[in-house]
């Protein structure tokens, strides 16, 4: 037994039994390029799952994280510090909106949205307490976020879920409006589904939501947990398209892998939450806020969201010529670096031999390979990735 063997039977001893783990355990990281405990290397397009947008050891990450560690981890909200004002501040400079609660995770994000949505509710006069969101969504595990969430896998055995949750076909705007009534109090949409599938929104579809939320003053609220964070070559993927939400969600990627999740909203929102509605004991702590800093430094002072443009239309060439090659590649789907390809066979066969063959991808929905890679990923390390998979793809058509 090797000592990546080793730990993960340790692992499996001891640690609950959530998640369908790899026989892999990591060492360190470098770059785009994780490393397991016998050495092996990973050319790293999970990412954590989106999370490490500075890739792994990011220079001034690392030190930005040890040198708030040695001056201020955590004080309460009762007081303000300065790297969880200056990363507010950020965010509110390069978005529509005004003001952030600081959470620690997505879940915990979307809790503060539905929350929000029924306190604006309530602070209006307004008796509508119901939330839209769309079908195959995801929205995180907890009983609000596992609720909204629009896929009935993560919902098995938990009932009862969080009244006044309605779901609809996404990119549906009939089917939206039909559901919607004197009871709707908000809509909770991805722009670009993620663990759906990756599922771009149309964007006459958001325009018309945003139409149809003014007209009925409704609280339009985007979930950017996966989406956002310059992942898709702009800070909100909601840029894209022109449409303003009031109010939208953040975690994975925007302290760069320190746990943190943000909800943002427009003044007009914001104002549902007065002191005690709502609360967070880590939420915006100053290690997790200064790694925020760095981050958004990174994307905006320091070419990380061109890079991301540059790189996703790459990543979307090749994978439109892997499509041309491999009959197995039913649709290319994506918007920088969020991309997906849609296989006609399962996705895990290929997703098995690409990590075996040193590439990390991880699967999305329905037979959909996911690239996520760091947004930092170079030219070279996209040609690598894209020629392990290439083979992977070849191995796949020959046995289908
Ligand atoms: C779009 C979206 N929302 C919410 C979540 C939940 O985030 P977390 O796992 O940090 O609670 C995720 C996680 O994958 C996500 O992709």
New binding site residues.
Partial sequence: MNQTEALAARGAAVVMNTYSRFPIAFDHGKGCYVWDMDGKKYLDFVAG??VNSLGHGHEALSKKIAEQAQKLIHVSNLYYTEPQISLAEAICAHSGFDKVFFCN????S?EAALKIARKYATMKGKPGRDIITMEHS?????YG?VTATGQAKYQKGLDPLLPGVKHVPFNDLEALKAAVDENTCAILM?PIQ??GGIHPADKAYLEAVRALCDEKDIVLLF?E???GVGRTGELFAYQHYGVQPDGA?F??GLAGGVPI?AFMATERLAQAFQPGDHASTFGGNPLATAAGTVVMHELFENGVLENVKKQGEYLQQKLLECKEKYDIIADVRGVGLMQGIELTIPASDVIADSIAHGLLLVGAGTNVIRFVPPLIITKEEMDEAISILDGALARAQEKA
């Fill in positions: 799952i989106a995770s997505g879940a915990e979307i995801f929205h995180g595990r907890t976020a991805e993620g663990e979930d947990i996966q989406c969600t975690a994975k999740g």
